[in-house]
């Protein structure tokens, strides 16, 4: 049950960290970027291939967000939060 707990608080650690840090619920491919230390065209390579990325969502203007809902998941699941 412990450990149930202390990843619940590094989930909601990640998730606050990136709502303080970027003030919205959504990131832009920039902004995953900077968090992923990735460039944007390799984003937009995992975008195409449909690996290694977030969901995602695809605006009608052709704008991609990143809920950071979703990039929580994707931090907590693919590297140890320390």
Not at 29 to 44: C, G, H, M, Y
Not at 69 to 74: G, P, W, Y
Request: hydrophobic share 40%.
């Amino acid at each position: 049950m412990k450990k149930r707990f202390e990843m619940t608080r590094e989930v909601d650690l990640v998730f606050n960290t990136l709502y303080t840090k970027y003030g919205t619920l959504n990131l832009t491919k920039k902004q995953l970027s900077t968090e992923l230390n990735i460039s944007v065209r390799t984003i937009d390579k995992y975008i195409c291939q449909s690996v290694g990325i977030p969901n995602y969502i695809k605006m009608n203007n052709g704008r991609v967000l990143f809920p950071i809902i979703d990039v929580r998941k994707f931090l907590t699941n693919t590297f140890k939060v320390v």
